[in-house]
């Protein structure tokens, strides 16, 4: 198992440009979600899924938005880059019910917007 | 809402000695479950111990303990024999566990980066 992949690994865009950061994970999990890290901050969640067709809103909404169209891939749109969306973003997954199961993170995506 | 609070930014401990990153938090729930997560400098966040909220033992991951203290709202981690291996920033989190609908959703504290010299 790959498990959670994250693409690309750097990126660099110029404010108003859009991007898709991708997301995959070949676990079967159901659940999935989107965090971004900045320093003194920690990491916080933008977005998150429990299954495909559905997705909900967690902390850090603004300027982002996400589709879960299949259980193994959950991209993150950035519609229009701004320089406070510069952060490193994680996406990870979790399986099953047990709401102490293990998150999965994937490897991050550093971002940089001029 | 929940909070995760780290009150120190950066730590340091010589290789073979112990150390205690701290940890405070903020809920109105009974049930829910906390972490420690550490990130070295490959950015990959590895899970280090869990413990869950009703269980009053400690959990203990080999060199990695915690201190689980409920009513102070208190999850303190202790790494004992410190490794160069442990240099890292380290995380911990809250998830809560009402009615299985957290869906995995995790708050973080701010951090604390640890450094271990030889």
């Known amino acids: 198992n790959a498990g959670v992949t994250q693409t690309p690994k750097f990126q660099v865009l110029k404010t108003g440009q859009s991007m898709t950061l991708q997301c995959a994970q070949d676990?079967?999990?159901?659940?999935m979600s989107w965090y971004r890290q900045d320093p003194g901050m920690g990491l916080r969640l933008i977005h998150y899924?429990?299954?495909?067709?559905?997705?909900d809103q967690g902390e850090v909404p603004n300027g982002y938005n996400v589709s879960r169209s299949t259980t193994e891939d959950f991209p993150l749109r950035l519609l229009s880059a701004a320089p406070s969306q510069t952060s490193v973003y994680f996406c990870?997954?979790?399986?099953?019910?047990?709401?102490?199961?293990?998150?999965?993170f994937g490897p991050g995506t550093r971002l940089t917007v001029l | 809402a929940q909070t995760v609070t780290q009150s120190q930014p950066e730590m340091s401990v010589q290789e073979a000695e112990t150390v205690t990153l701290s940890c405070t938090y903020d809920?109105?729930?009974?049930?829910?479950?906390l972490f420690w997560y550490k990130q070295p400098p490959s950015r990959q966040m590895i899970l280090v111990i869990r413990q869950e909220a009703y269980k009053q033992q400690n959990a203990t991951e080999n060199r990695f303990s915690v201190n689980f203290q409920k009513a102070a709202k208190s999850f303190s981690l202790k790494i004992s024999d410190s490794q160069l291996g442990d240099t890292a920033m380290y995380f911990c989190?809250?998830?809560?566990?009402?009615?299985?609908?957290?869906?995995?959703?995790?708050?973080f504290g701010q951090g604390t980066i640890l450094t271990v010299h030889p």
């Open positions: 990870a997954s979790k399986g099953g019910l047990a709401t102490y199961n293990e998150q999965f």
């Open positions: 809920t109105s729930e009974n049930n829910y479950y």
């Open positions: 676990m079967n999990h159901e659940y």
């Open positions: 899924s429990v299954g495909a067709g559905i997705t």
């Open positions: 989190a809250f998830m809560s566990g009402v009615g299985g609908t957290s869906y995995g959703k995790l708050t």
